[in-house]
């Protein structure tokens, strides 16, 4: 698993598997899940993170958004 934190716009991605992304739904309008062609959970994306109360998070990883 590897999280990573974008502070700049309070995006968290938390990736489960390597596997190819074959599909994402909208749980609401803040969380994205994407998952794999087998139905497993491949990747969480949180909008607003620390605005919506899933932060503070460390993740061990923060980096810039390019």
Not at 6 to 21: A, G, T, V, W
Not at 22 to 48: F, M, P
């Given at each position: 698993?590897?999280?990573t ?62």
């Amino acid at each position: 698993m590897k999280t990573t934190y974008y502070p700049q716009d309070d995006i968290l991605e938390i990736r489960f598997s390597d596997k190819e992304i074959v599909s994402e739904v909208s749980q609401d309008w803040n969380v994205n899940v994407s998952y794999a062609e087998d139905g497993t959970i491949v990747e969480l994306v949180v909008l607003d993170a620390v605005k919506t109360g899933f932060m503070p998070f460390h993740s061990g990883e923060n980096r810039t958004a390019a």
